[in-house]
C-alpha cells in the first residue's frame, strides 16, 4: 500500500474515531496513537493553546517540551503565521526547538475553528530528512479539520 492509500484509510479510521465523541483528550490520544502506528511516524502529537501559549496535549513518541511560546520554533510559527509548516530539515529552520537531537524533519498543522483561530497543532517529526511533502500536508490537513470539530468544541 503506497503512502495515499494508507491517508485514504487512516483518514477514514480518524472520521470514525472522532464520530460522536466530545472529549478533546481522548480524540487527541487517539488520533496521535492511529496516525503514529500506521505512518510510523517517529514523534505524533499536538500542542494545545493555552494562556497564550502552545502547551503540551496527548502524544506518541519520547518525551516533548512541555510549553512553546507564539511564534517559536515550528509549532510557534504555525500557530503564528496560521499555515501549516513543512520543514525539510530542522537544522535549517531558524529558532527551532530541538526538544531532541534525533529529530530531523517536521511538520505542523493548524486545528482551528470555525472562526479560523488556532486552537492547537499537530505535531509530527522524523528522524530522516525530508520526510514530508504535499502529500502528507494534504492527508494531515483533513485530519486537523476532523479533529476540530471535537477540539475546538469548549470542554
Known amino acids: 500500500m503506497n503512502k495515499e492509500e494508507r491517508y485514504l484509510q487512516l483518514v477514514e479510521q480518524v472520521r470514525v474515531l472522532v464520530d460522536g465523541e466530545d472529549d478533546a483528550?481522548?480524540?487527541m490520544a487517539n488520533v496521535s496513537a492511529a496516525l503514529h502506528e500506521a505512518m510510523g511516524f517517529w514523534w505524533t502529537g499536538f500542542y494545545v493553546v493555552r494562556?497564550?501559549?502552545?502547551?503540551?496535549?496527548?502524544?506518541?513518541?519520547?518525551?516533548?517540551?512541555?510549553r512553546i511560546a507564539h511564534g517559536r520554533g515550528v509549532c510557534g510559527t504555525a500557530w503564528a503565521s496560521n499555515a501549516t509548516v513543512l520543514v525539510p530539515d530542522v537544522e535549517q529552520f531558524p529558532g527551532h526547538i530541538a526538544c531532541s537531537s534525533d529529530s530531523r524533519?517536521?511538520?505542523?498543522?493548524?486545528?482551528?475553528?470555525?472562526?479560523?483561530?488556532?486552537q492547537a497543532v499537530l505535531d509530527i517529526d522524523s528522524r530522516e530528512l525530508n520526510s514530508f511533502?504535499?502529500?502528507?500536508?494534504?492527508?494531515?490537513?483533513?485530519?486537523?479539520?476532523?479533529?476540530?470539530?471535537v477540539v475546538c468544541k469548549p470542554y
Not at 133 to 140: A, F, K, M, S
Open 51 to 66: 494562556n497564550g501559549q502552545l502547551r503540551l496535549g496527548p502524544f506518541q513518541g519520547p518525551v516533548a517540551c512541555t
Open 105 to 118: 524533519s517536521e511538520i505542523v498543522v493548524p486545528v482551528r475553528d470555525d472562526t479560523g483561530t488556532v
Open 25 to 27: 483528550v481522548a480524540v
Open 133 to 149: 511533502d504535499n502529500i502528507d500536508q494534504h492527508y494531515l490537513e483533513r485530519v486537523a479539520d476532523i479533529v476540530a470539530q
